[in-house]
């Protein structure tokens, strides 16, 4: 390919021709493009990865990523020499250092500028950022937890939030977020948990599917991480090998990945760290081109997860250095390298003019992302960087933002047991006088924030910068919501540590009121600086530090004491519950989690949350979520001395009303296998308060090729219900939701009988039938339908109400 080193005119770039369709500009724009400028598409400079500002001693400096104090202490080019023939990502100008809307606006801006000037072409970056549980910059609203949002069972609610995030990125300039992570739960024990959003994969597809569909709605490109496996660790550690078979990872794994992609037309793909079975996932064609590309049809960016490049040298040792790591990665599918420029740098160039690697693998990778760089916008012809971003106010914590990170935060909270002191309030409770509010979550807001918030992610380094947002503790939201009641508040005991002194003194707390409420759970970090998130795995499923022997000697005080575990993860809490006056749990609510804890405590909130991961009876026997074949399952008692069933199965929610699901009708008891049929079932509100339930649906394939789940959740939807109100729950099944990799490694639907189960939780399944799906067996694909659509239907009369139906 010929191309001219001189700089055309500025009137003289035809890719900015806004008449011509995105890829016509796109082949323009490589064609006038050297191998150099190509190559610089591939990469990125982190700024803000110097690491010379922090406040704290460069020892207690946390890192944000993992090794970033290595590659930052390695003396990385200016951003000027990184960009001398253009660049593909600004990397988190934003969210490095804590920065006010204005501060980060000009250094966005100045950041421009310098690429612009490298850039022969005036082709702009890209900028990206994090935005997990909002966008993470100083000063923006901390929503809940994605695992939070799993226990909401809503995926229009998180289609809002996702909105919200992304018009407050787009109005700063930001192009693409990291988010959301689809890895489906493996094991509790990893520290990530809290960052997914549960252990089923429909339900992960369909909250992730929404996030992409709000998040890119409001013009910012999501990226689906983390491709693939990287839940499933050996023993729960950070970066750990994987030793999956092909069958688990296309049926558990990769739906949810696959569905974001074939639903919400996601933008962008991140790599895992882990190898599978020892192969590297950023090292492997067969994921990224062949699966991913060829049979999947995605058409976006791959890009690594930050250094996953350079780890396939320096970590997995299946390159000699970096150049060859980057050969690898460029051959397997990785279009764009992250945070920085180290893989994909001269060492590529060098290869293409030896003739050891083809260029044309230069111009697919280029040419994806410029593409992207077309389609946003950024080679039009009127693009400047002062016009990327919003003019006058930006506002990143408005009271919009607010109110949806409060309905999140108040839909997210999962009763587990109202026990005898649930709710708080009410005219059949005595009133209360003196409450002992204890814990090491009860005073600290940190608490409910996930490890990607930044007063937790950064401001660590900045000790004096505060947490940059309002935010209530518990203790404070409960002041509020008792008014009138004396609350007594004792920490007790930190979350990690071993520190005892102050457990005495909650113990007397507790025995001078009426009523204890326990706040135990985890206080989120970043490798090893906390016990929920990023590199803080556990050893096993008890409470982190002393807290339970807190509670322990909490219980031995006679004093009725309500437990709130706030985590990222679910904590094995056999040992308690049949002594507990209530049980409730919050998975990282974010900063308006206060409140909804508070609320759901007294009564003023009905709680309506469901388990988007089971909560263990014991510390050990992991990993053990719901999708366990029979002899994975309670089927298998006698087998093995461990006890496998949960203390709360997944799905599982109580509330402060009651609901009934019954009176099932299928509308064919045989459909051919590439048919469909429906299960309605009628739900009524049998209490005396309004409230939500979430109906599932689960299917059991009663004889397969392969050893298969016992049950797999097809379908749900959360209803909202007057007293005595019903409606009819109507799931429209198609015989693609049945399919499953047979034995020769092909997606198949197959005839035979499935059993049909619907109820509000995995364990809790009264209805139940029978289809008979007759026929041939029938391979699918990427073609297959994915979702399962739910209607609803008022039920009105007192005929409906009594039962009416077969």
Same mark, same amino acid.
């Given at each position: 390919m010929t191309t001219s080193t001189s700089a055309p005119a500025a009137g003289d770039r035809p890719w900015q021709h806004t008449a011509l369709t995105a890829e016509q500009r796109t082949d323009l724009l490589l064609q006038a493009m050297t191998l150099e400028e190509k190559v610089a598409q591939l990469g990125s400079r982190w700024a803000g990865n110097d690491m010379a500002d922090v406040e704290v001693p460069a020892e207690e400096a946390i890192n944000v990523a993992p090794m970033q104090d290595v590659f +930052? +202490?390695?003396?990385?080019? #200016?951003?000027?020499?990184? #960009?001398?023939?253009? !660049?593909?990502h600004l990397t988190r100008v934003w969210g490095s250092v804590p920065v006010t %809307? @204005? $501060?980060? =606006?000009?250094e966005l801006i100045r950041q421009h500028e310098v690429v612009l000037e490298g850039s022969r072409l005036g082709v702009p970056a890209l900028v990206?950022? $994090?935005? !997990?549980?909002? &966008? /993470?910059?100083?000063?923006? /609203?901390?929503?809940?937890?994605?695992?939070?949002?799993? +226990? =909401? &069972?809503d995926p229009a609610l998180v289609e809002r939030m996702a909105a919200a995030i992304g018009r407050d990125m787009a109005a700063v300039g930001v192009h693409q977020g990291l988010s959301p992570v689809l890895d489906v739960v493996r094991d509790?024990?990893?520290?990530?948990?809290? @960052? =997914?959003i549960g252990e089923d994969p429909y339900l992960v597809a369909m909250l992730g599917s929404a996030y992409v569909r709000g998040l890119q709605g409001a013009g910012v490109l999501a990226t689906l991480k983390h491709f693939a496996g990287y839940s499933a660790s050996r023993a729960a550690r950070n970066h750990g090998p994987v030793s999956m078979g092909r069958r688990e990872l296309l049926d558990i794994i990769l739906p949810t990945f696959e569905t974001a992609i074939a639903t919400a037309g996601a933008s962008s793909v991140m790599s895992s760290y882990s190898d599978i079975d020892g192969l590297p996932a950023g090292a492997d064609p067969w994921l990224f081109t062949k699966l991913l590309r060829d049979e999947w049809g995605f058409t976006g960016t791959v890009v690594s997860d930050y250094w996953a490049v350079p780890f396939l040298a320096t970590m997995h040792h299946v390159a000699a250095d970096t150049d060859g790591a980057g050969v690898l990665a460029l051959t397997a599918g990785t279009d764009v390298e992250l945070? *920085? =420029?180290?893989? &994909?740098?001269?060492?590529? %160039? $060098?290869?293409?003019?030896?003739? @050891?690697? #083809?260029?044309d693998l230069v111009d697919r990778a280029a040419r994806r992302l410029l593409l992207q760089k077309v389609e946003l916008g950024l080679l039009d012809p009127d693009w400047t960087p002062k016009g990327s971003v919003q003019q006058g106010d930006v506002d990143l914590d408005s009271s919009d933002n607010r109110a949806i990170a409060r309905e999140l935060a108040e839909r997210s909270v999962v009763l587990l047991d109202a026990g005898s002191a649930l709710p708080l309030l009410g005219e059949d409770r005595p009133a209360l006088q003196r409450v002992a509010v204890v814990g090491p979550c009860s005073g600290d807001p940190k608490t409910f924030m996930g490890c990607y918030a930044f007063p937790n992610h950064v401001l660590p380094r900045y000790p004096d910068r505060g947490l940059g947002i309002d935010v209530q503790s518990a203790v404070d939201a409960l002041r509020q919501e008792l008014e009138g009641v004396e609350l007594v508040h004792e920490q007790g005991c930190t979350v990690l540590g071993q520190d005892r002194s102050g457990i005495a003194a909650a113990v007397e707390a507790a025995r001078g009121a009426e009523l204890c409420i326990a706040y135990?759970? *985890?206080? #989120?970090g970043l490798f090893g600086h906390g016990s929920s998130g990023e590199g803080c795995d556990a050893e096993d499923l008890r409470l982190p530090g002393v807290q339970a022997d807190l509670l322990a000697q909490l219980l031995d005080t006679g004093t009725p004491v309500v437990v709130v575990v706030v985590s990222g993860r679910p904590y094995a809490l056999? *040992? &308690?519950? *049949?002594?507990?006056?209530? !049980? %409730?749990?919050?998975?990282i609510p974010g900063q308006e989690g206060g409140g909804a804890i508070a609320g759901v405590l007294s009564g003023r909130l009905v709680p309506g949350g469901k388990l988007p991961v089971q909560i263990p009876r014991h510390v050990g026997g992991q990993p053990g979520t719901y999708l366990q074949p029979a002899l994975g399952s309670v089927e298998s008692a006698g087998i093995s001395g461990l006890d496998v069933v949960p203390l709360y199965p997944f799905g599982f929610g109580s509330s402060y009303t009651t609901f009934e699901v019954d009176d099932l009708r299928l509308s064919a008891t045989e459909v051919p296998t590439d048919g469909e049929f429906t299960a309605t079932v009628r739900l009524r509100n049998t209490g005396a308060r309004a409230g939500d339930e979430v109906v599932q649906l689960y299917l059991h394939d009663l004889v397969a090729q392969v050893a298969r789940p016992l049950k797999l959740l097809t379908g749900f939807a959360r209803v909202s219900l007057e007293p005595s109100e019903a409606v009819e729950v109507t799931f429209r099944v198609h015989t693609d939701r049945t399919a499953y990799t047979g034995a020769d490694l092909v997606r198949i639907v197959e005839p035979g009988d499935l059993e049909v189960l619907v109820g509000t939780s995995s364990a809790d399944l009264p209805c139940r039938g029978t289809v008979r799906l007759t026929g041939d067996v029938r391979a699918v694909g990427h073609d297959r339908t994915m979702v399962t659509p739910v209607d609803l239907t008022p039920i009105t009369g007192e005929a409906s109400r009594a039962g009416g139906g077969a």
């Open positions: +930052a +202490a390695g003396g990385s080019l #200016s951003l000027e020499d990184a #960009s001398r023939h253009g !660049l593909g %809307v @204005e $501060e980060g =606006t000009a990206h950022e $994090e935005c !997990l549980t909002g &966008f /993470t910059t100083y000063g923006a /609203t901390v929503y809940p937890t994605a695992l939070a949002w799993g +226990a =909401t &069972f509790y024990r990893w520290g990530r948990v809290e @960052e =997914t945070p *920085d =420029t180290i893989g &994909f740098g001269p060492g590529l %160039v $060098e290869r293409v003019r030896s003739g @050891e690697l #083809s260029e135990v759970g *985890d206080l #989120s056999g *040992d &308690f519950a *049949d002594r507990l006056a209530g !049980l %409730v749990q919050a998975f």
